[in-house]
Structure formats: structure tokens, C-alpha cells
């Protein structure tokens, strides 16, 4: 089983940026896609981006051109840089498999993604 943990979150203005990082513990981490979900209060959890083994990205329409997805697989990490933050995107951030990766590892804590107006 790989362990995940997500840090970097924080509280941040409106257009502001963070950079969000996802650990792996064991390196099957680079042979499966990998995607950032997200959970605000009270809403279901969301896929807002995702990257495949060979690098190729996806994103949800509400970030698209505002966050970018990366990773090293030597490092075992996969990376999220949100800039122009927007209130809308505060929650709670989790890492996990994604795409045609269909099995999910055990959810991290995840990190906490605060934006104010």
C-alpha cells in the first residue's frame, strides 16, 4: 500500500498563489496516473487535475490556465501550482491515483487550501 502526504496549503488572498506537494512512499507511485482532488464543505470530493505516467495532463474546467499539474517520479512526488486563487477553490487538498489508474490508494490527511476575499 502507498502512503500519501500532501503539504504546502495555507491561507492566501484572492490571486494569490501556492504551490501544493504530494509525497509517495514507494516507487509504484511512477507507473500509475496521479491527480489532485479537492473537498469543500459540505460538497463531494472533485478531480481538479491529474497526470498520466508519460506527463500528459488534465485538468477541470475551473482551474484550467490557473493551476498546473507536474511531477518526479525519481523523487516520488507530484506537484500543484495554483496561482490567480479564487475563494471558490478553498478546501481540503488530497493526492491520488487518477484516470485509468483505477485503484485508489489510502486518502492522506490532505492539506488545507484557504482563500480570502
Known amino acids: 500500500q502507498v502512503q500519501l502526504v500532501e503539504s504546502g496549503g495555507g491561507l492566501v488572498q484572492a490571486g494569490g498563489s501556492l504551490r501544493l506537494s504530494c509525497a509517495a512512499s514507494?516507487?509504484?507511485?511512477?507507473?500509475?496516473?496521479i491527480g489532485w482532488y479537492r473537498q469543500a464543505p459540505g460538497k463531494q470530493r472533485e478531480l481538479v487535475a491529474a497526470?498520466?505516467?508519460?506527463?500528459?495532463?488534465n485538468y477541470a474546467d475551473s482551474v484550467k490556465g490557473r493551476f498546473t499539474i507536474s511531477r518526479d517520479n525519481v523523487k516520488k512526488m507530484v506537484y500543484l501550482q495554483m496561482n490567480s486563487l479564487k475563494p471558490e477553490d478553498t478546501a481540503v487538498y488530497y493526492c491520488?491515483?487518477?484516470?485509468?489508474?483505477?485503484?485508489?490508494?489510502?486518502w492522506g490527511q490532505g492539506t488545507q487550501v484557504t482563500v480570502s476575499s
Open positions: 491520488n491515483t487518477a484516470l485509468y489508474s483505477t485503484t485508489r490508494w489510502t
Open positions: 514507494r516507487s509504484t507511485f511512477s507507473f500509475n496516473a
Open positions: 497526470i498520466s505516467t508519460s506527463g500528459s495532463t
